[in-house]
């Protein structure tokens, strides 16, 4: 077996190789994989062991059997489509027959079809032409695209065309349209207003970019950038997706950021009231109010002085101190600078229940809640009237939970009215109750269903149209009967309430509306209401005792006021009012009162509430208690006396202020003898007795005596006793005794003479003891300065509703007790609540008060005895059926319409909410009007009943051709469009385009899809890749290069020694077509040489042999491809190559330029395509030798000029005048000679002048005899002419000068422009709005975005240039002056192209490095002018430059350079933040690296080095004497003399740097300069944002000016001065081209006029005659011309 396989082999290679690896059938079925020859490697290689058997092999066998099949097939297929190709090959195309296309299919020529039973169409000549069938009456009508016309109808099938049917035929004509020339897309007539590019209309306005907004005017495309209004702020940014700059909202002052709109005090002057507006702010001084106190005290921090405190009955509040009120809580005061102010206490309602405020508080606390007139603890269960939820208190709420329902058998249970769940006794279903074994009608779904229910269950079937009553036509459609009422059409089985009957119901039954009373079934609620313009009652409101009462509403019954009620779902269930519980055992109902109360107490003639604790009114001793009606009392409990022997109280035995001892009471100190031993001696000390034996002094004599009664022995002539006043017992020998009417003090009778001393007093053991004659005393109480008998109760002043009680010399005081009020809304009394008004949600009412109810505007309340009774406000009956309550309003009115919960405004249409698929309803006056949509026509045969029993087709007519259902077909003829029949409705889908790869397409007249167009150049497509000859230039060839036509002169090439020209060749010709030697056939093309633009063509010719024409390929031009995308040309190209798409010639591109790469070329884009055109090259008289091509330039240029005629070379730029002719003036103009012809004007010269012909003048001019005129002192010869500025000139004439001056027209610039000057005319024009920048001081520099800041370099810096358009570029030179660390501006270089403008110290100008005198003019580019002191430099892009001649300068440039400038003076971008800019873009870290990175190379000079910037306080270095001096000279900025300034320009920026740089410039004269440069720095911006400050004085900044020659100095004069030359000229054209700044200098006064150098009277001027306003002639200024004003 071994020997077959190897056999089998080459056939498996042959087949393997034949296979390819996946083959497709002929059906496109994919084949399975065939074997590989790895496969067969495998088989062959794996081949069973020695012994193996037969069987082994048979897998392989068969698998090369299926082999060997699949290659018969494959052969077969191969066979099959080389006979298909050779049929193909031998086919050839003939054309088509006409054919006609109708009724969605194609008819062959001569064909005829019937779309309709009246018409007969025939296919001629590929159209169909349909004519009426004659002889059929019912045909006289037309039909035409489906539709049936009657007879003489006129219709118009589209809006341009108008149709006529008569006798069955249709005449259409074409609308008339008036006579127009361009017709204008989607209008049927011609449009004659001219549009413009891109197909705009007349008057549209487009925005080209987000912020270029374009407008067609006339045929012309003008654009404008953004209106921007000018900003009055510091920092501006332009917000992302915004045009306009806007002011970046707040201010940053003194180091403080405040938002915009703030007002705050100045951090460094409190007396400074200063507020943010538009980013600026702006700072007035505070005036301060009259003190109402003696002696007001000035705070640190504050501005005006204060009252320290206040004074109020005795009290003395410190300030800002605040208390409550005495006597209301709710009262907070509070003392401010002397004054009490009072404010009521806010409080906020954290819950909707909350409870009464604690006693000594104002708010209401959420701990509790207080409803219905009861107050409940959190967590105790509140009656909420409805039984089937279960209610709490919940921290001022009042949670309700359902009580739990268990769980029906049934899918669809009810509710049953006084049950809380739901039973299987009726059902619920779609949100309505039915009733068990209840009957209804449901429409689901378009359909009638029937259901029912049974034990909570619903079931629902289908309801079928019952049998039609009337007779319908056979031919008709068979709908369900309708029935037909007022008009309006009505379903079967539909009921419905007729306009304007409310109570009557209707019904459509068989065709028959059946109309009846409204049978209103009884409401499920008690207490039903019966709504305004409703015919039954309804229960969503409760009508009780003759008040309504919303569902949810609590009330008081005003019947019986001692039940409280609730109305829910139509039914009020009252209760009565939940009474407190009573403390007494027999309590009584008085007339009136809802709840029982124990009985008060009288005692005395006084009443005491029950439970109440006093004290006895005739014995307060005593303590008494009301209980059950009467008083018990007892003696008070006496406190324990902190002494053994004190003395009798009031009421209590506890007075330590004497002795109570034997019966007898002695004062505090008093030596008394023992009661019953004579010979003990008592003291009395603090409610304590000490009695001790006597010690009997030791006698003088020598027999004493001892008397009765006596316990010492005495001498028998006793001392003498002491006498006492009016006529009392003397005191004896050693008594002590007490002074008449001071028993405080006690005193020693020691042998007629007497000691006193005052008695010592004990602490008093009580809290409020009450002075007693001696010691204070706890008999009684000295409170709040008022004194009270022990046992004895009083009111609390300072908190209401409390009582104190004064008990042996101890206040306790405790809240007034209140018995609870018998009413549910007592009113707040002075302690306790009273039913003398009410409370009611936090507001009281007096009694008998009707007012509106808080949570119902519609409910008026009355207020009665503490109760509160709601009821809804009456309102008036109204005519409509279907009022509405407004939102807001508590009646209903007729201006709307409410139906069935759909709110309708008045004329509104909506759908029917009982039918809203087949009727609609309109409210009018206040009634809603329904009926029934009206259906769509039919438009087929045999429609069938669809949804709102209308007639549908299940079959779609489209050009008068059916379809059926779901059917598919082509639409109409050049629509592109595939449609299909659904359910009678046809829906067409434009075809899908499949791409182009070219870009420019164009789809042809009836076809669908567009192809690739060519180009579209003169009116003609030319394909891709052709070339051809413009016809208006025949010596010119056109490519078209992807879309872009390229358009030139032929560039010949010279191939042959001796070519010759014919009169109709653009390039010479060489004959026989040979080259080097070999011969060329006609049509054939060679490259003559190495280069690969060059080519021949061999052509034949008209006559002649054929003739060989050489000449450079022409390359397309590349528009629109970058630089970087540019390919050059390969090996044997010619041309480059684009690596992207070029750019498309598109509509709004239309009429612009582009310029490709190759700078030759101008492209226009027209006709949606770009036309590419060689620039023409003016012809050069120098050699080609000298010719060369700029780079980025086309044309040659030369360095010079040959003048043939003279034979000379003239360099370029040089003028000269034909020798023949003086008259002829010529230029050298890069190689090419340019020449004009000047033309003379009649000359007539005065009588006595000769006409005289100057040698190198065209024209004579009259010659005077010879008088000479009088100028600027000095004497001007006859003839001789000069400028006096720029707008007049003047000439001496005969002894008189003549003046004439130029009028210029009035000159009216935009909103965001302002005039500038332009050098060398006299009239202004308009520029962008300019910015300015200044550098001043020790320099400091003001950005054109208004940022300050401060660098010291000493060398040359950029202070601002264009960095995009090079159009000038600001240098400025620092000198520091001798001192370290600072700088000073020394001088200014303005470069303007290769001009170079140097501004020196001491106003010094040079040009290109000479001096020039000024004013200096340089036509077209520069003018240079000295006002007052001030040198101003205009140029021609509009920089404007003003140079002080020591260290300022200002820049000004236009709008137009915004975010193209850079430099010190930043980016001019309207964002200071970014101003910090380095030249590579990015933002630095500190000004002195900021100022550093823009230094140039150009220095100070030789021998003087320059130091770059670095970070400085001059101020710290100078120390605090110098700084403090600094900060007081300049004050001045922020004093009156600047105050106009202060409003439009923040001071702060300039007095800082002022300050910085006073502490630079150090002590003496030139700290006097640097005040001087930062003052004027600052009163420069005031003139620009127009204050002008009058602020220098006679020792301050002072300016002199000549008074002798009438000179006055004006900080803001005229710029432009009235001379002697310029008076006649009027004040307002004076104004108008004089566009200079205003700077300060000396001025003449009104009325007088300046003339060489003084002040004259107008009258005083020399003879000057004037001529009319001729422009003057362009003439030098002689170098005695005036230097400026003085």
Same mark, same amino acid.
């Given at each position: 077996?071994?020997?077959?396989?190897?056999?089998?082999?080459?056939?498996?290679?042959?087949?393997?190789?034949?296979?390819?690896?996946?083959?497709?059938?002929?059906?496109?079925?994919?084949?399975?994989?065939?074997?590989?020859?790895?496969?067969?490697?495998?088989?062959?290689?794996?081949?069973?062991?020695?012994?193996?058997?037969?069987?082994?092999?048979?897998?392989?066998?068969?698998?090369?059997?299926?082999?060997?099949?699949?290659?018969?097939?494959?052969?077969?297929?191969?066979?099959?489509?080389?006979?298909?190709?050779?049929?193909?090959?031998?086919?050839?195309?003939?054309?088509?027959?006409?054919?006609?296309?109708?009724?969605?299919?194609?008819?062959?020529?001569?064909?005829?079809?019937?779309?309709?039973?009246?018409?007969?169409?025939?296919?001629?000549?590929?159209?169909?032409?349909?004519?009426?069938?004659?002889?059929?009456?019912?045909?006289?009508?037309?039909?035409?695209?489906?539709?049936?016309?009657?007879?003489?109808?006129?219709?118009?099938?589209?809006?341009?065309?108008?149709?006529?049917?008569?006798?069955?035929?249709?005449?259409?004509?074409?609308?008339?349209?008036?006579?127009?020339?361009?017709?204008?897309?989607?209008?049927?007539?011609?449009?004659?207003?001219?549009?413009?590019?891109?197909?705009?209309?007349?008057?549209?306005?487009?925005?080209?970019?987000?912020?270029?907004?374009?407008?067609?005017?006339?045929?012309?495309?003008?654009?404008?950038?953004?209106?921007?209004?000018?900003?009055?702020?510091?920092?501006?940014?332009?917000?992302?997706?915004?045009?306009?700059?806007?002011?970046?909202?707040?201010?940053?002052?003194?180091?403080?950021?405040?938002?915009?709109?703030?007002?705050?005090?100045?951090?460094?002057?409190?007396?400074?009231?200063?507020?943010?507006?538009?980013?600026?702010?702006?700072?007035?001084?505070?005036?301060?109010?009259?003190?109402?106190?003696?002696?007001?005290?000035?705070?640190?921090?504050?501005?005006?002085?204060?009252?320290?405190?206040?004074?109020?009955?005795?009290?003395?509040?410190?300030?800002?101190?605040?208390?409550?009120?005495?006597?209301?809580?709710?009262?907070?005061?509070?003392?401010?600078?002397?004054?009490?102010?009072?404010?009521?206490?806010?409080?906020?309602?954290?819950?909707?229940?909350?409870?009464?405020?604690?006693?000594?508080?104002?708010?209401?606390?959420?701990?509790?809640?207080?409803?219905?007139?009861?107050?409940?603890?959190?967590?105790?269960?509140?009656?909420?009237?409805?039984?089937?939820?279960?209610?709490?208190?919940?921290?001022?709420?009042?949670?309700?939970?359902?009580?739990?329902?268990?769980?029906?058998?049934?899918?669809?249970?009810?509710?049953?009215?006084?049950?809380?769940?739901?039973?299987?006794?009726?059902?619920?279903?779609?949100?309505?109750?039915?009733?068990?074994?209840?009957?209804?009608?449901?429409?689901?779904?378009?359909?009638?269903?029937?259901?029912?229910?049974?034990?909570?269950?619903?079931?629902?079937?289908?309801?079928?149209?019952?049998?039609?009553?009337?007779?319908?036509?056979?031919?008709?459609?068979?709908?369900?009967?309708?029935?037909?009422?007022?008009?309006?059409?009505?379903?079967?089985?539909?009921?419905?309430?007729?306009?304007?009957?409310?109570?009557?119901?209707?019904?459509?039954?068989?065709?028959?509306?059946?109309?009846?009373?409204?049978?209103?079934?009884?409401?499920?609620?008690?207490?039903?209401?019966?709504?305004?313009?409703?015919?039954?009652?309804?229960?969503?409101?409760?009508?009780?005792?003759?008040?309504?009462?919303?569902?949810?509403?609590?009330?008081?019954?005003?019947?019986?006021?001692?039940?409280?009620?609730?109305?829910?779902?139509?039914?009020?269930?009252?209760?009565?009012?939940?009474?407190?519980?009573?403390?007494?055992?027999?309590?009584?109902?008085?007339?009136?009162?809802?709840?029982?109360?124990?009985?008060?107490?009288?005692?005395?003639?006084?009443?005491?509430?029950?439970?109440?604790?006093?004290?006895?009114?005739?014995?307060?001793?005593?303590?008494?208690?009301?209980?059950? =009606?009467?008083?018990? @009392? &007892?003696?008070?409990?006496? !406190?324990?006396? $902190? *002494? /053994? +022997? #004190?003395?009798?109280? %009031?009421?209590?035995?506890?007075?330590?202020?004497?002795?109570?001892?034997?019966?007898?009471?002695?004062?505090?100190?008093?030596?008394?003898?023992?009661?019953?031993?004579?010979?003990?001696?008592?003291?009395?000390?603090?409610?304590?007795?000490?009695?001790?034996?006597?010690?009997?002094?030791?006698?003088?004599?020598?027999?004493?005596?001892?008397?009765?009664?006596?316990?010492?022995?005495?001498?028998?002539?006793?001392?003498?006793?002491?006498?006492?006043?009016?006529?009392?017992?003397?005191?004896?020998?050693?008594?002590?005794?007490?002074?008449?009417?001071?028993?405080?003090?006690?005193?020693?009778?020691?042998? =007629?003479?007497?000691? @006193? &001393?005052?008695?010592?007093? !004990?602490?008093? $053991? *009580? /809290? +409020? #003891?009450?002075?007693? %004659?001696?010691?204070?005393?706890?008999?009684?109480?000295?409170?709040?300065?008022?004194?009270?008998?022990?046992?004895?109760?009083?009111?609390?002043?300072?908190?209401?509703?409390?009582?104190?009680?004064?008990?042996?010399?101890?206040?306790?005081?405790?809240?007034?007790?209140?018995?609870?009020?018998?009413?549910?809304?007592?009113?707040?009394?002075?302690?306790?609540?009273?039913?003398?008004?009410?409370?009611?949600?936090?507001?009281?009412?007096?009694?008998?008060?009707?007012?509106?109810?808080?949570?119902?505007?519609?409910?008026?309340?009355?207020?009665?005895?503490?109760?509160?009774?709601?009821?809804?406000?009456?309102?008036?009956?109204?005519?409509?059926?279907?009022?509405?309550?407004?939102?807001?309003?508590?009646? #209903?009115?007729?201006?709307?319409?409410?139906?069935?919960?759909?709110?309708?405004?008045?004329?509104?249409?909506?759908?029917?909410?009982?039918?809203?698929?087949?009727?609609?309803?309109?409210?009018?006056?206040?009634?809603?009007?329904?009926?029934?949509?009206?259906?769509?026509?039919?438009?087929?045969?045999?429609?069938?009943?669809?949804?709102?029993?209308?007639?549908?087709?299940?079959?779609?007519?489209?050009?008068?051709?059916?379809?059926?259902?779901?059917?598919?077909?082509?639409?109409?003829?050049?629509?592109?469009?595939?449609?299909?029949?659904?359910?009678?409705?046809?829906?067409?889908?434009?075809?899908?385009?499949?791409?182009?790869?070219?870009?420019?397409?164009?789809?042809?007249?009836?076809?669908?899809?567009?192809?690739?167009?060519?180009?579209?150049?003169?009116?003609?497509?030319?394909?891709?890749?052709?070339?051809?000859?413009?016809?208006?230039?025949?010596?010119?060839?056109?490519?078209?290069?992807?879309?872009?036509?390229?358009?030139?002169?032929?560039?010949?090439?010279?191939?042959?020694?001796?070519?010759?020209?014919?009169?109709?060749?653009?390039?010479?010709?060489?004959?026989?077509?040979?080259?080097?030697?070999?011969?060329?056939?006609?049509?054939?093309?060679?490259?003559?040489?190495?280069?690969?633009?060059?080519?021949?063509?061999?052509?034949?010719?008209?006559?002649?042999?054929?003739?060989?024409?050489?000449?450079?390929?022409?390359?397309?031009?590349?528009?629109?491809?970058?630089?970087?995308?540019?390919?050059?040309?390969?090996?044997?190209?010619?041309?480059?190559?684009?690596?992207?798409?070029?750019?498309?010639?598109?509509?709004?591109?239309?009429?612009?330029?582009?310029?490709?790469?190759?700078?030759?070329?101008?492209?226009?884009?027209?006709?949606?395509?770009?036309?590419?055109?060689?620039?023409?090259?003016?012809?050069?008289?120098?050699?080609?030798?000298?010719?060369?091509?700029?780079?980025?330039?086309?044309?040659?240029?030369?360095?010079?000029?040959?003048?043939?005629?003279?034979?000379?070379?003239?360099?370029?730029?040089?003028?000269?005048?034909?020798?023949?002719?003086?008259?002829?003036?010529?230029?050298?103009?890069?190689?090419?000679?340019?020449?004009?012809?000047?033309?003379?004007?009649?000359?007539?010269?005065?009588?006595?002048?000769?006409?005289?012909?100057?040698?190198?003048?065209?024209?004579?001019?009259?010659?005077?005899?010879?008088?000479?005129?009088?100028?600027?002192?000095?004497?001007?010869?006859?003839?001789?002419?000069?400028?006096?500025?720029?707008?007049?000139?003047?000439?001496?004439?005969?002894?008189?000068?003549?003046?004439?001056?130029?009028?210029?027209?009035?000159?009216?610039?935009?909103?965001?422009?302002?005039?500038?000057?332009?050098?060398?005319?006299?009239?202004?024009?308009?520029?962008?709005?300019?910015?300015?920048?200044?550098?001043?001081?020790?320099?400091?520099?003001?950005?054109?975005?208004?940022?300050?800041?401060?660098?010291?370099?000493?060398?040359?810096?950029?202070?601002?240039?264009?960095?995009?358009?090079?159009?000038?570029?600001?240098?400025?030179?620092?000198?520091?002056?001798?001192?370290?660390?600072?700088?000073?501006?020394?001088?200014?270089?303005?470069?303007?192209?290769?001009?170079?403008?140097?501004?020196?110290?001491?106003?010094?100008?040079?040009?290109?490095?000479?001096?020039?005198?000024?004013?200096?003019?340089?036509?077209?580019?520069?003018?240079?002018?000295?006002?007052?002191?001030?040198?101003?430099?205009?140029?021609?892009?509009?920089?404007?430059?003003?140079?002080?001649?020591?260290?300022?300068?200002?820049?000004?440039?236009?709008?137009?350079?915004?975010?193209?400038?850079?430099?010190?003076?930043?980016?001019?971008?309207?964002?200071?933040?970014?101003?910090?800019?380095?030249?590579?873009?990015?933002?630095?870290?500190?000004?002195?690296?900021?100022?550093?990175?823009?230094?140039?190379?150009?220095?100070?000079?030789?021998?003087?080095?320059?130091?770059?910037?670095?970070?400085?306080?001059?101020?710290?270095?100078?120390?605090?004497?110098?700084?403090?001096?600094?900060?007081?000279?300049?004050?001045?900025?922020?004093?009156?003399?600047?105050?106009?300034?202060?409003?439009?320009?923040?001071?702060?920026?300039?007095?800082?740097?002022?300050?910085?740089?006073?502490?630079?410039?150090?002590?003496?004269?030139?700290?006097?300069?640097?005040?001087?440069?930062?003052?004027?720095?600052?009163?420069?911006?005031?003139?620009?944002?127009?204050?002008?400050?009058?602020?220098?004085?006679?020792?301050?900044?002072?300016?002199?000016?000549?008074?002798?020659?009438?000179?006055?100095?004006?900080?803001?004069?005229?710029?432009?001065?009235?001379?002697?030359?310029?008076?006649?000229?009027?004040?307002?054209?004076?104004?108008?081209?004089?566009?200079?700044?205003?700077?300060?200098?000396?001025?003449?006064?009104?009325?007088?006029?300046?003339?060489?150098?003084?002040?004259?009277?107008?009258?005083?001027?020399?003879?000057?005659?004037?001529?009319?306003?001729?422009?003057?002639?362009?003439?030098?200024?002689?170098?005695?011309?005036?230097?400026?004003?003085?």
């Amino acid at each position: 077996m071994a020997g077959s396989a190897a056999a089998l082999l080459p056939l498996v290679l042959q087949l393997v190789s034949l296979t390819p690896a996946r083959e497709m059938g002929r059906d496109g079925v994919v084949l399975r994989e065939p074997l590989g020859l790895a496969d067969v490697y495998d088989y062959q290689h794996s081949s069973a062991p020695a012994g193996a058997t037969q069987e082994q092999w048979h897998p392989l066998e068969e698998r090369l059997g299926r082999l060997e099949a699949e290659v018969t097939q494959l052969r077969e297929q191969n066979n099959d489509l080389q006979v298909r190709v050779r049929q193909l090959e031998s086919c050839e195309c003939r054309p088509a027959s006409p054919q006609c296309w109708a009724l969605g299919r194609a008819w062959p020529e001569g064909a005829r079809w019937e779309p309709d039973a009246c018409t007969t169409c025939i296919c001629q000549g590929g159209a169909a032409r349909c004519d009426p069938n004659p002889g059929l009456p019912q045909c006289h009508g037309c039909s035409h695209n489906g539709q049936v016309y009657g007879n003489k109808e006129t219709f118009s099938p589209d809006a341009c065309t108008t149709c006529h049917c008569l006798e069955g035929a249709i005449t259409c004509t074409q609308k008339p349209c008036p006579r127009g020339l361009c017709l204008e897309p989607g209008t049927c007539c011609s449009h004659c207003e001219p549009g413009c590019p891109g197909g705009h209309r007349a008057g549209e306005t487009w925005q080209l970019e987000p912020c270029v907004t374009c407008t067609c005017q006339a045929g012309t495309v003008r654009c404008q950038g953004p209106s921007c209004s000018e900003l009055n702020c510091l920092e501006s940014y332009t917000p992302p997706g915004e045009c306009c700059p806007v002011c970046r909202p707040g201010c940053e002052y003194e180091g403080q950021r405040y938002e915009e709109g703030t007002n705050f005090l100045s951090s460094s002057n409190p007396c400074l009231q200063c507020s943010c507006l538009r980013s600026l702010v702006r700072c007035v001084p505070m005036k301060c109010p009259p003190s109402p106190c003696p002696e007001p005290v000035l705070r640190p921090g504050h501005c005006c002085p204060a009252c320290q405190g206040c004074t109020e009955g005795g009290s003395h509040r410190e300030h800002g101190q605040e208390w409550t009120a005495p006597g209301d809580p709710c009262q907070i005061c509070r003392c401010r600078e002397g004054h009490i102010q009072c404010r009521q206490r806010e409080c906020s309602s954290l819950c909707p229940y909350p409870a009464r405020p604690l006693p000594g508080t104002c708010c209401p606390v959420c701990d509790g809640c207080f409803l219905n007139g009861r107050e409940y603890h959190s967590g105790e269960p509140v009656d909420s009237g409805d039984h089937c939820s279960h209610c709490r208190c919940a921290n001022g709420s009042v949670q309700c939970e359902p009580l739990p329902c268990p769980v029906m058998p049934c899918r669809h249970p009810g509710r049953i009215p006084g049950q809380c769940c739901p039973v299987c006794a009726g059902c619920e279903y779609q949100g309505h109750q039915y009733q068990n074994q209840e009957t209804f009608r449901l429409q689901e779904g378009g359909h009638c269903v029937r259901c029912s229910c049974q034990a909570g269950e619903v079931s629902c079937e289908e309801q079928e149209c019952p049998v039609a009553p009337c007779t319908l036509p056979v031919s008709g459609p068979q709908l369900c009967p309708a029935c037909v009422l007022n008009g309006e059409e009505f379903a079967e089985g539909v009921e419905w309430e007729p306009d304007g009957q409310p109570c009557t119901a209707c019904s459509c039954q068989d065709g028959v509306p059946m109309c009846g009373a409204v049978l209103c079934a009884p409401a499920p609620c008690q207490h039903p209401t019966q709504p305004p313009g409703a015919c039954c009652p309804s229960c969503e409101s409760c009508t009780y005792h003759g008040h309504v009462y919303a569902n949810g509403q609590n009330f008081t019954d005003s019947d019986s006021p001692c039940h409280t009620c609730r109305c829910e779902e139509g039914t009020v269930r009252c209760s009565l009012v939940d009474c407190p519980r009573t403390t007494c055992a027999r309590p009584q109902s008085r007339p009136g009162q809802c709840c029982p109360r124990c009985p008060d107490c009288i005692l005395e003639k006084q009443v005491f509430v029950d439970g109440e604790s006093f004290s006895h009114p005739r014995d307060p001793c005593q303590e008494c208690q009301c209980q059950e =009606g009467q008083p018990s @009392c &007892q003696p008070r409990a006496c !406190p324990r006396a $902190p *002494c /053994a +022997h #004190p003395l009798p109280g %009031p009421c209590c035995q506890n007075n330590c202020n004497g002795c109570a001892f034997g019966g007898k009471e002695y004062p505090n100190g008093a030596d008394f003898p023992h009661p019953s031993d004579p010979c003990r001696l008592c003291h009395c000390l603090r409610g304590n007795v000490q009695c001790l034996a006597r010690h009997c002094p030791l006698l003088p004599c020598a027999a004493p005596v001892l008397l009765p009664e006596e316990c010492c022995p005495q001498c028998p002539a006793s001392p003498s006793g002491c006498p006492l006043p009016e006529g009392l017992v003397p005191a004896r020998h050693q008594e002590h005794f007490s002074p008449p009417g001071d028993p405080c003090r006690r005193c020693l009778c020691l042998d =007629g003479s007497v000691t @006193c &001393q005052r008695l010592p007093c !004990p602490p008093a $053991p *009580c /809290a +409020h #003891p009450r002075q007693g %004659p001696c010691c204070p005393s706890c008999d009684g109480c000295l409170y709040q300065g008022k004194e009270f008998a022990s046992g004895e109760r009083f009111p609390l002043l300072t908190v209401p509703c409390h009582v104190c009680l004064c008990w042996e010399g101890s206040v306790s005081c405790e809240p007034r007790a209140c018995a609870p009020a018998q009413c549910p809304f007592p009113a707040r009394g002075d302690c306790c609540p009273a039913c003398d008004g009410c409370e009611y949600l936090g507001v009281s009412y007096l009694s008998s008060q009707e007012f509106l109810d808080p949570r119902e505007p519609c409910n008026l309340c009355t207020c009665l005895g503490g109760f509160v009774t709601c009821s809804h406000r009456p309102c008036e009956p109204l005519g409509c059926s279907h009022p509405l309550t407004p939102s807001g309003h508590c009646c #209903p009115t007729c201006q709307g319409c409410l139906y069935h919960g759909v709110t309708a405004a008045a004329g509104e249409t909506l759908p029917d909410p009982l039918d809203p698929t087949c009727s609609s309803c309109t409210c009018q006056e206040g009634s809603m009007r329904c009926q029934k949509k009206p259906c769509p026509p039919a438009l087929c045969p045999h429609p069938s009943p669809g949804p709102c029993f209308c007639p549908v087709c299940h079959s779609c007519f489209s050009q008068g051709r059916e379809h059926q259902d779901g059917e598919e077909f082509e639409g109409p003829t050049g629509s592109c469009e595939r449609c299909r029949c659904q359910a009678g409705q046809v829906s067409c889908v434009r075809l899908q385009c499949p791409p182009l790869p070219c870009p420019l397409q164009v789809t042809e007249q009836g076809s669908c899809c567009p192809r690739c167009r060519g180009c579209l150049a003169h009116g003609e497509e030319h394909p891709e890749g052709s070339s051809w000859e413009p016809p208006d230039s025949p010596c010119s060839s056109c490519i078209c290069h992807k879309g872009v036509v390229t358009c030139g002169h032929i560039q010949c090439v010279s191939s042959c020694a001796q070519p010759h020209q014919g009169p109709h060749d653009c390039c010479p010709r060489c004959s026989d077509c040979e080259h080097e030697g070999r011969k060329y056939e006609p049509g054939q093309s060679f490259q003559p040489g190495a280069d690969p633009c060059e080519v021949c063509i061999c052509e034949l010719q008209p006559e002649g042999p054929p003739s060989l024409r050489c000449h450079r390929r022409q390359c397309p031009s590349l528009v629109g491809c970058p630089a970087s995308q540019l390919l050059p040309p390969g090996p044997q190209h010619c041309c480059p190559t684009c690596a992207q798409a070029l750019s498309n010639c598109t509509e709004g591109l239309l009429g612009s330029e582009l310029a490709p790469p190759d700078h030759c070329y101008t492209c226009l884009c027209q006709d949606l395509t770009w036309l590419c055109v060689h620039r023409a090259c003016p012809e050069l008289s120098c050699p080609p030798s000298k010719r060369h091509t700029r780079p980025g330039s086309c044309c040659p240029v030369c360095q010079e000029c040959v003048v043939e005629a003279e034979g000379r070379i003239v360099a370029d730029g040089e003028s000269w005048r034909d020798p023949s002719n003086a008259c002829i003036s010529c230029t050298c103009h890069r190689g090419r000679v340019e020449c004009h012809l000047e033309e003379c004007q009649a000359l007539s010269c005065p009588h006595g002048w000769a006409k005289v012909q100057e040698a190198g003048r065209c024209c004579e001019r009259c010659q005077a005899p010879a008088q000479s005129c009088a100028h600027q002192g000095r004497e001007v010869a006859s003839g001789e002419l000069w400028a006096v500025d720029a707008c007049t000139n003047c000439s001496c004439v005969a002894g008189t000068v003549r003046c004439q001056s130029q009028r210029c027209p009035s000159l009216s610039c935009g909103r965001d422009e302002a005039p500038a000057l332009n050098p060398g005319s006299c009239c202004p024009r308009c520029l962008p709005r300019p910015a300015s920048c200044m550098a001043f001081g020790d320099p400091h520099y003001r950005t054109f975005d208004g940022r300050l800041l401060h660098f010291q370099g000493s060398c040359s810096y950029v202070l601002t240039k264009d960095c995009r358009g090079g159009d000038f570029s600001v240098h400025v030179t620092n000198d520091d002056r001798g001192r370290s660390g600072v700088a000073w501006t020394q001088e200014v270089a303005v470069l303007l192209g290769d001009v170079d403008v140097r501004l020196l110290q001491g106003r010094v100008v040079t040009v290109d490095g000479r001096p020039v005198d000024l004013p200096f003019l340089q036509e077209r580019l520069l003018y240079v002018e000295l006002r007052g002191h001030t040198v101003i430099l205009h140029t021609q892009p509009g920089l404007q430059v003003l140079w002080d001649g020591q260290s300022q300068v200002e820049v000004s440039v236009p709008g137009s350079y915004r975010g193209q400038i850079c430099g010190l003076c930043g980016n001019f971008n309207g964002f200071a933040q970014d101003d910090l800019q380095g030249p590579a873009g990015l933002l630095l870290p500190t000004e002195a690296a900021f100022g550093n990175s823009w230094q140039v190379l150009e220095g100070p000079g030789p021998g003087r080095p320059c130091s770059k910037g670095r970070e400085v306080d001059p101020c710290r270095t100078a120390g605090y004497r110098a700084r403090r001096e600094a900060n007081a000279r300049c004050g001045v900025l922020k004093s009156s003399p600047f105050s106009r300034c202060h409003a439009v320009v923040p001071p702060e920026p300039f007095f800082a740097a002022c300050v910085y740089d006073l502490c630079a410039c150090g002590p003496g004269s030139s700290a006097d300069t640097c005040l001087c440069d930062a003052l004027e720095a600052y009163a420069s911006h005031c003139r620009q944002a127009g204050a002008t400050p009058a602020w220098r004085g006679p020792t301050l900044c002072v300016v002199g000016c000549p008074l002798d020659r009438g000179f006055v100095f004006d900080e803001c004069g005229p710029p432009c001065p009235r001379t002697c030359f310029n008076q006649h000229v009027p004040l307002g054209e004076l104004a108008a081209h004089c566009v200079r700044p205003c700077v300060p200098g000396c001025q003449c006064p009104a009325g007088l006029v300046e003339h060489e150098a003084h002040c004259i009277p107008p009258e005083a001027c020399p003879p000057v005659l004037v001529t009319g306003g001729q422009p003057p002639s362009s003439l030098p200024r002689p170098s005695w011309e005036p230097q400026g004003a003085p």
